[in-house]
């Protein structure tokens, strides 16, 4: 049975996310992409008209998802906003630690080398990471309207938080530890409740 034009695209975006967050982008061929979908050239080319738009498709069906995934945990009015925001600390550890090879960050992975390789995946990877970032001050906000977070400037605080934990992830890839992640958390904890 023949894969529908939907489905085959999806599948060409789950299987990129696969591969680039394990070795990069720079480093992994069309040929290498094709074969692990199991997808001819041409089906390719009906979608992606380069290998560049290809990563910037995947990038911002990344975001999509990971957006999404995190407006659901921080609209999560039954728990504190607190201990929605310390839940998705807690989970980026497990996720991008040493111990933890599934789902790795795109961001973490692919920022530094297509920064400088491509113009449209740069603005992507800004975009959402802007995004996220205005997600983590929505919840913040959340939490100074609740009492249960101490942090006067929610904006400030998302954005230093961010880039902490995008510092630790690389970090802890460099260390081969989960060290630079713990640290992270310790620091988290403190910015946020003040202990």
């Not at 659901?72 to 009015?77: A, K």
């Not at 929605?84 to 600390?89: M, S, T």
């Not at 230093?160 to 530890?177: F, I």
Request: hydrophobic share 40%; proline share 2%.
């Amino acid at each position: 049975m023949k894969t529908s034009y939907g489905n085959t695209r999806q599948h060409l975006l789950e299987i990129g996310h696969q591969i680039m967050a394990a070795k990069g982008f720079s480093s992994v061929g069309l040929n290498e992409i094709l074969a692990a979908a199991g997808v001819p050239k041409g089906s390719f080319y009906h979608y992606f008209p380069s290998k560049e738009r290809y990563g910037q498709a995947v990038l911002e069906a990344y975001f999509e998802s990971y957006l999404e995934a995190q407006k659901q945990r921080f609209e999560d009015s039954d728990i504190a906003a607190a201990e929605r925001l310390l839940g998705y600390w807690q989970q980026w550890l497990l996720c991008n630690s040493s111990a933890c090879d599934d789902q790795k960050c795109l961001v973490v992975k692919l920022s530094a080398e297509v920064a400088d390789l491509s113009e449209a995946m740069r603005l992507t990877l800004r975009d959402g990471t802007d995004k996220v970032i205005e997600q983590l001050s929505d919840c913040i906000r959340a939490g100074q309207v609740d009492g249960s977070l101490i942090v006067t400037d929610a904006q400030a605080t998302a954005v230093m938080l961010y880039q902490l934990w995008l510092g630790a992830s690389l970090l802890a890839k460099l260390h081969r530890t989960s060290v630079p992640m713990e640290q992270a958390m310790r620091m988290t904890h403190r910015v946020l409740l003040g202990r």
